[in-house]
């Protein structure tokens, strides 16, 4: 190739790169801002009333104390497992709560 002779101008890869980079971090800024500008509360999980749960555990035919009470330990833990025991015929319940 002459001295004389122009190249052609290869585009610049990182330029390109850079901007897609900032376009971007554009976008995650607007959706953060976006995130920050709602007004709405968020909406309070729900919580059985210790009491209710207890309630419950006594409604179960022939479930003992001791049983109840490590029953109850377990279920004022987490709301999904006392869920799913509702959702349980009453003849499975004790069953359920003993595995």
């Given amino acids: 190739m002459e001295p004389n002779e122009a190249s052609p101008e290869v585009p610049h890869k990182t330029q390109r790169t850079g901007d897609a980079i900032l376009c971007l971090l554009g976008d995650m800024k607007g959706s953060f801002n976006d995130a920050l500008k709602s007004l709405e509360p968020l909406p309070l999980p729900q919580v059985t009333p210790p009491a209710e749960i207890l309630a419950t555990l006594e409604m179960i035919p022939d479930l003992a104390r001791g049983d109840i009470l490590r029953s109850y330990g377990k279920l004022i ?23």
Avoid: D, T, V
């Fill in 77 to 99: 833990l987490s709301e999904r497992l006392y869920q799913a025991l509702l959702e349980l015929p009453m003849n499975f319940r004790k069953e359920w709560l003993l595995m």
